[in-house]
């Protein structure tokens, strides 16, 4: 009772001005704080409205928004992990082209058993280009020259594909109802961070504001640690950040460390891919976005946070097996590729492997000699080894690099259920 009875006398208007004062303190420290943390997460939006948040709000919505994927991919493909993952973060069809005239009966079997997987050949697709308008795009005619081969071919059928099943879808002929699709290829995975809901596409999609039509996930590119890696998808968690989510002017500060003695600090592509309302005017433009053609007022939204994961390099193995897909004449095998580290890895392919000894017995000596050194140079271009933990930490802490477990963790997890 004495320290109560000797404790100066404070009015209520002092406490008020008390508390106004530390409400200051507390807030301008979390302001710190947040700014100090975005450097790492999100540092750049780019949007078609001024305001972000008008267009995105999670508040009251219902999870009945459909969202699918068309893909192009090769029979041997192995989609389990692809399918399992995207399953769980709530795309509810999938429409998968297979590059083949025919495909075995066995992948048949499989692809039929499950309700919400569409499949398609691409002698399905291809009397459907005959009459296609992508063919008189603008943008599409630095693809379009003879002979149709490589990435070209790629490109061209890809694009096709994905304009043929938003006709089967808005036909009604399958039966499958979509509000939004997304086109990716399967070394990629969808990985929507957006508030609390991070992990459901549908419920994001759905929370949008109606005037965004299209919607552009920016891409992460995945960076193995090892040369060759079982799963990707599971085995790696190592990414380099997209310029749009790093900021252009701290990225153009950092990109020409980051990317060694490479080209370019994103081995393959960088301009993300796209998700879009399904409406009777929509089309592809290419493998990376879509457009509508009458519905001139839709905007399209570049997200600050939900990324594309791109394991398009993350094991070797896989990786050289794609020269073996090459369809070109002798005379075009330029055309085989296009990205500056593809050309380089291919010129340093055939600069390997052309000196293979032309007779009837392969030299087994001389051929794990050739392999091992093709080995190294990927590993030392493409792998970051444990002798690399510094060069890793550091641009994680500058935000070029991060780490994302959610899709291995995930994978998993599904897998341990089944």
Known sequence: MATLRNRPFKSKRQKVRLNVATLRSILCMLLISLIGSRRSTITSVDSTTNDFQEQVSLRNIETTTRVGIVCTARPQS????????????????????????????????????????????????????????????????????????????????????????????????????????????????????????????????????????????????????????????????????????????????????????????????????????????????????????????????????????HYGFADYSRVIGRFAHCDCPKDFTHKCKRLPFDMELAHKYDELYLLRPNNNNNNFTTNTLLEQALQRWYESRVVLNPESSEFIEKFIKLGMFTRITTPSIVIQQQRRTL
């Open 78 to 309: 192995d989609l389990q992990s692809w399918l399992d993952y995207h399953r769980a973060i709530g795309i509810s069809h999938f429409f998968i082209v297979f590059d083949a005239v025919e495909i075995p009966l066995s992948v048949q079997q499989r692809y039929r058993r499950l309700r919400d997987v569409t499949f398609f050949t691409s002698s399905q697709t291809q009397p459907w280009g005959q009459n296609s308008d992508i063919f008189h795009l603008k943008r599409m005619q630095k693809h379009i020259n003879a002979p149709m081969c490589g990435v070209d071919r790629v490109f061209i059928q890809q694009t096709l594909n994905a304009e043929f099943v938003i006709k089967e879808i808005l036909s009604g002929k399958r039966g499958v109802r979509l509000d939004w699709l997304f086109h990716i290829d399967t070394d990629e995975l969808i990985f929507p961070l957006v508030g609390s809901q991070k992990l459901d596409v549908g419920r994001f999609l759905g929370s949008l504001s109606k005037s965004i039509g299209r919607v552009v996930f920016p891409n992460h590119e995945a960076v193995p640690e090892r040369l060759n890696n079982v799963d990707p998808f599971v085995d790696v968690t190592l990414f380099r950040r997209n310029h749009k989510h790093v900021g252009e002017e701290f990225y153009a500060k950092y990109k020409n460390i980051a990317k060694r003695d490479n080209p370019r600090n994103f081995l393959g592509y960088s301009n993300g891919k796209s998700a879009a309302r399904v409406l009777d005017d929509l089309r592809p433009v290419g493998v990376h976005n879509f457009e509508h053609i009458r519905s001139a007022g839709l905007k399209e939204l570049t997200l600050a946070d939900g990324v594309i994961l």
